[in-house]
Nanobody
């Protein structure tokens, strides 16, 4: 059974920091690219950061560059999101995502899993 369990959310003050964790089980974690998304009330879900399956290449949304850091520990089946210099606009539910595309006889098959989300609130 595939599970992605986020933790580490909560209330932070502007300028503060939080570290989110996503513990994965039920699939070959090291074969999956991992991402963090977020969704604020009344807004669409947006990509925050992504990291390649081996944990090397990373990608960030422009508004998170320099403030957020994504990392992946394949030995612990866990992906992290370190969030610094938090702003009220960072308030959202943060979701962990695992994705893998396997090509079989030229046809791509996508495997896509989501966690249940963790609330991050930035307020004084």
């Amino acid at each position: 059974q595939v599970q992605l369990v986020e933790s580490g959310g909560g209330l932070a003050q502007p300028g503060g920091s939080l570290r989110l964790s996503c513990a994965a089980s039920g699939f070959t974690f090291s074969s999956y690219a991992m991402s963090w998304y977020r969704q604020a009330p009344g807004k669409e879900r947006e990509l925050v950061a992504a990291i390649a399956s081996a944990g090397g290449s990373t990608n960030y949304a422009d508004s998170m560059k320099g403030r957020f850091t994504i990392s992946k520990d394949n030995a612990k089946n866990t992906v992290y999101l370190q969030m610094n210099s938090l702003k009220p606009g960072d308030t959202a539910v943060y979701y962990c995502n695992a994705r893998r595309i396997v090509v079989v006889f030229g046809k791509p098959h996508e495997y896509d899993y989501w966690g249940q989300g963790t609330q991050v609130t930035v307020s004084s």
